[in-house]
């Protein structure tokens, strides 16, 4: 039913984005135009970013190394980091809403929501020359992928030992009853951490990404223990023991929890995990901020900020694909997992995933059925 | 002078508000209905269709009303005998009462939400303290129907009081003294004559307590809106998330969603209108819709000071009744206020009764975090910006209304009717639409933002100062400054202004209380404008770097505090009468 409907629902699409290109047909954006490195320096006192705050991704120390290297002072400015806490399908939509003003050169964004980004045509119509490295589905004309996070538990050992409960090792693990409103989880369909964890569920109870009702009939027993994913706090206090989440999601909160000594645990599920792709996304509007913008989604994929994703706990994609694999040196992999838990995760093809579809099968197949 | 001419002075000085509420209201709300029937292939049912057919609509439909419903069932059982007991208090502890209400209605949003996580969550106040006596207290999660429900009551049962408190002075002393010289109980009375005459207005203000149920969004959004299950899905948060998600066809599908609310908003403001119509016929001798009417209505000034003045001596209940009940809703509403206290001095809160520890050091270094010193600075300039223009745009059309030109008065009733029937987080959606078409390099600005406010408050400051002048008799004086030479200016100036300063600080209090606790439309509106219920939903369902609940405990208890601090003040100008025009009664039946 969703197959039928979809082309047509592209094809308005394309006629209604045509409209607006249409419309506001002058409206400058952002081309394929090497940077000017002066005028960079210019706008890296000024630019804003979203979903990119210090402690995700290494994003702070990534743009002071930037900053410090290129333009020899420190552009992380508090005020650099905006909507810090928003999600994927969210950001689409601000860059989109705020075309006439606005408000972000660069975001994080997971990989499943480029596609939503380029029928909106919020991308600009750069391309790193760097971008090469990654192979073919792993980068295009505004956007490049820039490290990958697992789909993990990150568990309050203290907590459940204490109530004398389990520790969960597998998605199967997690349906135990005693769990019920234990686990955070973000939006299925809307955050991407959210949306690769229901991914991630399926393949483990043996669907495909073209069949979901083993992650349908999976995901139904598993909502009563669902409950919104939360700060730190209520999952150092057990209000939210188990939090499902990439895996580097946690690097900076970690070092936090084991200074305040809070037992915890980070599990890749035993039954299988997915890669899901973050990526950088550039905002096709934002000219004021473009040159600066340009060189940041260079540097991204040198070897240097490779590296500095990294040590914030998340393994660079240059790490994980292409054919001259970047070797990421010993200090910065102190936040890795052994790579024996990886094991059983595979990658998937993004292009297959719409998140538009998957939206319509958690909120109607899983939650509307129960 | 020609025909254009005299039409033009006829609506001079209401011009300027009848423009920005044509652009910013009107216009946008049509547009958002007529919406709703085009997709691309012309004029269709396909967005409806489309929308009914999803089990998960459906649903929020059937939650929404559901909540609606408990909230007005719940508002009107505890409310009604508050609003009575208020009503038969002497004139201070009843200014006090008031005042109370009026700061906990307007308490509402992204704080309330936060104080029921840190007193009734997980790991709040009186859960903790009841399981350090012993008593394993679960309460509901704070993404269930029960948590919502509560919360929401915290709001709504002050606003149902300020609603119903000028009904309450149409059952006269002498009626029950008349009923007990003829031997009736007082359950009798009660039965035969009070309730009777009580319920057309009773059942009016359930109706409109549950158009707010339905439509409020800032709670329920930073209680339940980050749920991965959403075991309460609301059309409210449906709208809003989806506006937030989808970049593709979400801009349509919320505005179908919000005509669902808006059918339901105006069905039930239909009924309270039918309602009030027949609770006043009894009171019909002169025109229905004037005398009760306008004697429920003129609440600072006239009547309900008036009406309940006359009541005072005689306590009707039980003394030990009425005190209880003053009492347990005293500690319900202190509650809160005591958790938001001590997280506001904790050093760290972990599962004892108490915090752990206790500093200053929230306070004091509260301000010096940029983030949220730069939201109470917009939440206070957007707060006083929006006040003063409205009370510049109002005041002129409101004496225009009822010195020079009546028909002035219908076209301001009318439009007055749009921001207090539909959720704000509608009229919010439908501006988003309307800016996108006419003027998309005003969206996400805070101008426009501050436009939309002046639109939404307008009527509470309209109903203040429109009793204000009814009160003052602006008609008569205006005639007597013209026929001593005054000009209209003057006439304005030194006789009008000085003869309503109670509507005036009421009406700026109901302005400002509005915009400093208001979330749906800046999230929808304007998102990258740095309120404070922006800071504080991003502090509140912040996944990772958490800066922790005090900073949170600290602003929000500021609000609350300038908020009373407020209602002091305008209650000094008042001296003590009402503060709240509730858009009651009359203007409802009006």
Redesign the interface.
């Known amino acids: 039913m969703m197959s039928v409907r979809r082309p047509m629902?592209r094809a308005?699409?394309v006629?209604?984005v045509g409209l607006a290109g249409a419309a506001?047909g002058g409206a400058a954006t952002i081309g394929p135009g090497a940077p000017d490195p002066s005028a960079a320096a210019e706008q890296a006192r000024t630019f804003v970013t979203y979903a990119t705050?210090?402690?995700?991704g290494n994003y702070g120390e990534q743009f002071t190394t930037f900053c410090m290297f290129n333009f020899g002072f420190d552009c992380n400015r508090?005020?650099r980091s905006?909507?810090?806490?928003?999600?994927s399908?969210?950001e689409?939509?601000?860059?989109?809403?705020?075309?006439?003003?606005p408000?972000a050169i660069v975001a994080d964004v997971g990989i499943l929501f480029i596609p939503?980004?380029e029928?909106?045509h919020?991308l600009a119509d750069f391309e790193p020359p760097n971008a090469g490295l990654l192979p073919d589905g792993l980068h295009g004309p505004g956007w490049v992928s820039t490290f990958v996070g697992v789909p993990a538990f990150l568990v309050n050992v203290g907590f459940l030992e204490s109530h004398g409960l389990p520790v969960p090792r597998s998605w199967a693990d997690l349906l135990n009853p005693a769990y019920a409103?234990m686990i955070g989880?973000?939006?299925?369909g809307?955050s991407g951490s959210?949306t690769y964890s229901f991914v991630a569920m399926n393949l483990a109870a043996g669907g495909s990404l073209e069949d979901w009702q083993p992650g349908i009939d999976y995901a139904r027993q598993l909502?009563p223990n669902?409950?919104?994913?939360?700060?730190?706090?209520?999952f150092e206090?057990?209000?939210v023991p188990i939090s499902v989440r990439f895996d580097f999601?946690h690097g900076?909160?970690l070092q936090a929890l084991r200074e305040r000594g809070i037992r915890f645990e980070l599990i890749v599920p035993s039954d299988g995990s997915v890669y899901g792709e973050s990526t950088l996304m550039m905002n096709r509007y934002d000219i004021a901020h473009q040159d600066f913008g340009k060189m940041f989604m260079e540097w991204v994929l040198t070897d240097e900020a490779q590296a500095i994703f990294a040590k914030f706990g998340a393994r660079p994609i240059r790490s994980v694909v292409g054919d001259n694999r970047l070797v990421v040196p010993d200090e910065a992999r102190a936040n890795w997992l052994p790579d024996a838990a990886y094991a059983n995760v595979r990658t998937v093809d993004y292009e297959q995933l719409d998140p538009?579809d998957i939206?319509d099968i958690w909120?109607?197949q899983v939650?509307?059925?129960s | 002078m020609s025909v254009l001419g005299r039409t033009l002075s006829g609506w001079l000085g209401a011009l300027p508000l009848l423009v920005i509420v044509a652009l910013f209201l009107v216009a946008p709300i049509g547009v958002l209905l007529a919406r709703s029937f085009i997709t691309a292939e012309g004029l269709s049912l396909d967005i409806w269709a489309g929308l009914l057919d999803s089990p998960h609509t459906r649903k929020a439909l059937l939650t929404s009303v559901a909540l609606g419903a408990t909230c007005a069932f719940f508002s009107t059982l505890i409310g009604t005998p508050l609003a009575w007991l208020v009503s038969r208090l002497t004139a201070g502890p009843r200014a006090a009462w008031l005042g109370i209400f009026n700061v906990a209605a307007h308490f509402g949003g992204i704080g309330l939400a936060f104080a029921y996580v840190i007193s009734l969550g997980g790991y709040g106040m009186v859960t903790l303290f009841a399981r350090s006596l012993g008593f394993d207290l679960h309460p509901p999660a704070r993404d269930s129907f029960a948590a919502l429900a509560i919360t929401y009551e915290y709001a709504n049962i002050p606003l149902f009081v300020l609603l119903a408190l000028p009904a309450m002075g149409i059952v006269r002393d002498e009626w029950y003294e008349a009923a007990q010289t003829a031997s009736a109980t007082r359950w009798q009375f009660w039965r035969r004559i009070g309730l009777p005459l009580l319920a057309p207005f009773i059942l009016g203000g359930a109706l409109l307590s549950f158009t707010w149920a339905i439509g409020i969004y800032g709670i329920a959004y930073a209680l339940a809106g980050s749920s991965p299950t959403v075991p309460t899905r609301l059309l409210t948060l449906q709208i809003g998330q989806t506006i937030a998600d989808d970049a593709v066809t979400g801009s349509a599908r919320a505005g179908a969603l919000s005509v669902l609310l808006i059918v339901l908003a105006v069905v039930a403001l239909a009924g309270y209108r039918l309602l009030v119509r027949r609770g006043l016929r009894w009171f019909g001798g002169h025109t229905p819709a004037d005398a009760p009417t306008r004697y429920a209505a003129a609440g600072p000034a006239g009547g309900t000071a008036a009406a309940t003045s006359r009541a005072t001596a005689q306590p009707r209940t039980g003394n030990w009744l009425r005190r209880g009940l003053f009492a347990i809703v005293a500690t319900l509403l202190g509650l809160p206020l005591l958790a938001l206290a001590l997280y506001s001095v904790a050093t760290r809160w972990t599962d004892r009764a108490l915090p752990d520890g206790y500093t200053l050091a929230h306070w004091l270094g509260a301000f010096a975090d940029d983030r949220a010193l730069n939201a109470v600075l917009t939440s206070l300039s957007l707060s006083t910006l929006t006040t003063f223009l409205t009370l510049a745009l109002v005041v002129p059309a409101v004496y225009w209304a009822r010195t020079v030109n009546p028909r002035v008065r219908a076209a301001l009733e009318t439009a007055a009717a749009i921001p207090f029937a539909l959720p704000f987080l509608v009229i919010g959606l439908a501006l988003l639409q309307f800016s996108g078409m006419v003027a998309p390099s005003l969206q996400g600005t805070y101008p426009l933002l501050l436009a939309g406010y002046v639109a939404v408050t307008f009527p509470f400051v309209y109903w203040a100062v429109d009793g204000a002048m009814a009160a003052a008799g602006v008609e008569r004086l205006s005639q007597a400054a013209e026929a001593c030479g005054a000009s209209r200016r003057q006439t304005i100036l030194r006789v009008v202004l000085p003869n309503i300063r109670t509507g005036l600080a009421s009406g700026a209090m109901l302005a400002f209380a509005t915009v400093i606790g208001e979330y749906a439309l800046v999230s929808v509106l304007a998102s990258s404008v740095n309120t404070i219920p922006v800071w504080s939903a991003h502090v509140l369902l912040d996944r990772n770097n958490n800066p922790g609940f005090a900073p949170l405990a600290v602003v929000t208890l500021s609000v609350f505090g300038l908020l009373i601090a407020l209602a002091l003040v305008v209650s000094r100008v008042t001296r003590g009468q009402v503060l709240r025009e509730a858009p009651s009664a009359g203007e409802a039946a009006g």
Do not use: Y
């Open positions: 629902r308005l699409l006629m209604l506001c705050p210090n402690g995700w508090p005020e905006q909507a810090e806490d928003i999600l399908a969210e689409v939509q601000k860059f989109d809403a705020e075309k006439n003003n408000g939503q980004a029928q909106v919020t409103h989880l973000s939006r299925v809307v959210g909502v669902l409950t919104s994913q939360m700060s730190m706090e209520t206090r057990g209000e999601n900076s909160n538009g939206v909120e109607n939650l509307g059925g």
